[in-house]
C-alpha cells in the first residue's frame, strides 16, 4: 500500500436508513487531499428500511437476523459498485464500513452498529475497517461524530473558520481553519422529524418531502417551535450526541395531530424547527464568527430547509458542498474511507475536543 497514494472504499448506511452510499477515492496523506472518484447511493427496499428504523425496539433473535442481512446486502452493492464503475478488487486497498447505528446513548456512552462486515472482506478478499466508534468510547468520549477528522483534514489549513454542516437524520457540526482547534457536535433533529412525518401522513408510502415543497405550503407554528427549543439537548454545552430517536417518530405523534392538522403545516413546522436548531447552536456554541457554512448530507436537497438556514444565518455564506467537488451524499462515506486510511496507517483520528475522550487514538477494527 504506497502511504501517498491510498485507494479506498467508503461505505455509509445513515440514520435515514435509506440505502447504502458507496465511495470510491484516491488518499494522500502527506498532501491533505481526498480525491472523490466515483459515487453512488444503492436504495433499499422499502421492506428493508422498515426494518432498519424500527430495529431499537427489536429482540436479540430479529437483531442477529438483521446483522447477517445487511452485510449481505451490502456486500451485493459493493459488488455491484465494483462492476458498474469497472474497478477491479485488486485496485482497491481497503474498504471501510460505518456499519447501521441501531443504538446511541451519550448520556451512557454506549453505541451499537451492525452488518457483517466478513461477507465483504471474505467473499471480496479486500480487507475492511469497521466498528469505529468503541476506540473512542474506551477512553471516556462519546464515540461520535467521527466526520471533524475528515473536515479538518480538508478545512483545517483554511485561513479563515468555516463551519461544515452535515444534515442527515440529526444535523451535526465541524469548525475548524488555520489556528481554530477543530470542534464539533451534534446539533438536533435533521431530516428525521420531516421524514417520520411524510411516512406517518402516507402510512408508508412516501419517505420524505421532495424539494421541501409540501413545507413551502405550510404555515409555521413557532408556539410549537418555542416549546421544542426548552428540550434539554439544545442548552448542552458540547461535546454531545444525539441518538436518532431522541427526536423520532414518538416525538411526531406526541407533537402533532394528523387528524386536525395539514402536513403542510406539520412540515413547515418541523422544517423550520430544524433550521432554527442549526442557528440557534451556531449563534451559542460556536466561538468563532465563521464566514462559511458548508452543507451536506441529504438536507441540502431540500430547498425550504436550506433557504430558511440561508435566512436565518444571513451574516454568513451559506452554500453547499458540491461547490468543493464533493456529492452532498458523498461526504460521510468519504470521512469514513478517509478514517480506513487512517486505521491501516496507525494514525489517530478521534477530534477529542469533539468527542470528549480523554486520549486520541487509532479507531477501528480490521477484518482481513
Same mark, same amino acid.
Given at each position: ?48 428500511? &422498515? #426494518? @432498519?428504523?424500527?430495529?431499537? !425496539? %427489536?429482540?436479540?433473535? $430479529? *437483531? /442477529? ?7 449481505? +446486502? ?49 467473499? &471480496? #478478499? @479486500?480487507?475492511?475497517?469497521? !466498528? %469505529?466508534?468503541?476506540? $473512542? *468510547? /474506551? ?7 467521527? +466526520? ?51 411516512? @406517518? ?168
Amino acid at each position: 500500500m504506497n502511504i501517498d497514494d491510498i485507494k479506498a472504499i467508503g461505505l455509509m448506511s445513515g440514520t435515514s436508513a435509506d440505502g447504502l452510499s458507496v465511495v470510491y477515492a484516491r488518499i494522500c496523506f502527506s498532501k491533505r487531499k481526498v480525491d472523490l472518484i466515483k459515487y453512488k447511493t444503492y436504495n433499499y427496499e422499502k421492506k428493508l428500511t &422498515l #426494518k @432498519i428504523i424500527n430495529a431499537r !425496539d %427489536f429482540k436479540l433473535h $430479529d *437483531i /442477529v437476523e438483521l446483522h447477517y442481512e445487511l452485510g449481505k +446486502v451490502w456486500y451485493d452493492m459493493v459488488k455491484r459498485f465494483l462492476k458498474e464503475f469497472k474497478i477491479k478488487p485488486s485496485d482497491v486497498d481497503l474498504i471501510a464500513s460505518h456499519g447501521q447505528t441501531v443504538y446511541h446513548s451519550s448520556l451512557k456512552k454506549q453505541t451499537y452498529q451492525i452488518g457483517e462486515v466478513e461477507f465483504i472482506s471474505r467473499l &471480496l #478478499k @479486500i480487507p475492511v475497517v469497521y !466498528d %469505529f466508534r468503541v476506540g $473512542d *468510547i /474506551v477512553f471516556g468520549g462519546e464515540g461520535a461524530p467521527l +466526520v471533524p477528522f475528515f473536515d479538518e483534514f480538508l478545512f483545517g489549513k483554511n485561513n479563515f473558520p468555516v463551519g461544515l454542516l452535515n444534515i442527515g437524520g440529526v444535523s451535526n457540526i465541524t469548525v475548524t481553519g488555520s489556528g481554530i482547534k477543530t470542534y464539533g457536535f451534534d446539533i438536533g433533529p435533521g431530516n428525521t422529524l420531516m421524514d417520520w412525518a411524510i411516512s @406517518i401522513y402516507s402510512n408508508g408510502k412516501k419517505r420524505y418531502d421532495r424539494d421541501g415543497n409540501l413545507a413551502l405550503k405550510g404555515k409555521v407554528d413557532f408556539r410549537k417551535i418555542e416549546r421544542f427549543m426548552k428540550n434539554s439537548f439544545f442548552n448542552l454545552p458540547p461535546p454531545k450526541s444525539l441518538d436518532r430517536e431522541e427526536f423520532g417518530k414518538e416525538f411526531v405523534l406526541k407533537n402533532f395531530d394528523f387528524q386536525k392538522e395539514n402536513i403542510e403545516d406539520i412540515l413547515a413546522t418541523l422544517n423550520y424547527f430544524t433550521a432554527y436548531s442549526v442557528y440557534y447552536s451556531v449563534r451559542r456554541f460556536v466561538k468563532e464568527r465563521i464566514k462559511k457554512l458548508i452543507i451536506s448530507g441529504g438536507g441540502v436537497y431540500n430547498k425550504t430547509l436550506f433557504e430558511n438556514i440561508r435566512k436565518l444565518l444571513s451574516d454568513v455564506e451559506v452554500e453547499s458542498i458540491e461547490k468543493y467537488k464533493i456529492h452532498p451524499l458523498a461526504k460521510e462515506p468519504l470521512a469514513f474511507a478517509l478514517l480506513g486510511a487512517a486505521r491501516f496507517l496507525n494514525v489517530a483520528s478521534n477530534v477529542v475536543s469533539v468527542t470528549g475522550a480523554k486520549n486520541k487514538v487509532v479507531l477501528g477494527k480490521i477484518s482481513f
